[in-house]
């Protein structure tokens, strides 16, 4: 079992995103935090980037944000190492492959190794295009997330034979955002992945409810919440991380 896989031994994972710099470093450190202490299995560390790719107008504007504070990649590392002194769960990045290219792969992934980041989210990365990065992941031992989304179809079996970590599982079509329903048939699709793969199976975009979560992780291993969470951090700012942490333990608790 990989690291990652170690957040849902036992019981259903609930998965925060956290946009990092957003407002400021510090309270992102004080965020993840408050999360690990609300009872969050595994945390996703947005890296932010000008141009995100299947990000909805709420975490854009926590990506702009944080770039207008200043926020790098090198800063990010930093806050990692940080936090990694005594914070054990799964940290995984959520990034785009033009940060990746731009910081050089090898040293970039070489980094993750180091630092304790265990998996890497690169949703502008098909499937067919992998191989860009998943050899130097493999070899410094950091997992390459895969997701399938309701338009994978016949994909849907490759992609689960191939995941390592977790398989994030997109609830529904177009951009990340809270949505008041979740309509598509997530069971079937949930049923191939199992029948193809034992790495666990996360759902993500658009749950902000406990009743959502709870519903998701009837059928899945896991919940992943990014935008309710986002909305949270651009309402209250620097006051955030108690708030946020309120929010995690209410929605952990439904899982």
Avoid: W
């Avoid at 940290?91 to 090898?106: H, K, Q, R």
């Amino acid at each position: 079992m990989s690291k990652i896989g170690k957040a849902f031994d036992g019981k259903k994972a609930f998965i925060p995103f956290i946009t990092c710099g957003d407002p400021d470093i510090e309270t992102t450190e004080k965020i993840v935090r408050q999360a690990v202490a609300a009872g969050a299995s595994l945390i996703e560390l947005g890296i932010p980037f000008s141009d995100p790719t299947a990000e909805g107008p709420v975490i854009q504007k926590a990506n702009i944000r944080a770039l207008a504070a200043g926020t790098t990649t090198d800063g990010v590392f930093e806050l990692v190492k940080r936090l990694r002194k005594d914070i054990t769960i799964p940290l995984v990045f959520m990034t785009y492959a033009n940060v990746i290219f731009s910081y050089g792969s090898e040293d970039f992934i070489k980094t993750c190794r180091d630092i304790g980041i265990d998996g890497l989210i690169l949703p502008d990365l098909p499937f067919e295009e992998k191989e860009e990065f998943l050899p130097v992941c493999q070899k410094y031992d950091v997992d390459l997330i895969s997701m399938i989304a309701p338009t994978s179809k016949d994909r849907i079996a490759m992609i689960a034979k191939e995941a390592s970590g977790f398989i994030y599982l997109v609830s529904s079509l177009g951009v990340t955002g809270v949505r008041s329903t979740i309509d598509t048939d997530l069971g079937s699709i949930v049923d191939i992945i199992r029948e193809n793969t034992d790495v666990p199976c996360a759902i993500g975009f658009g749950i902000s409810t406990p009743e959502q979560a709870s519903k998701m992780a009837k059928i899945s291993d896991g919940v992943i919440v990014g935008s309710a969470i986002i909305r949270i951090m651009e309402e209250y700012g620097k006051e955030a991380p108690v708030h946020v942490g309120e929010y995690i333990k209410k929605m952990a608790g439904s899982l």
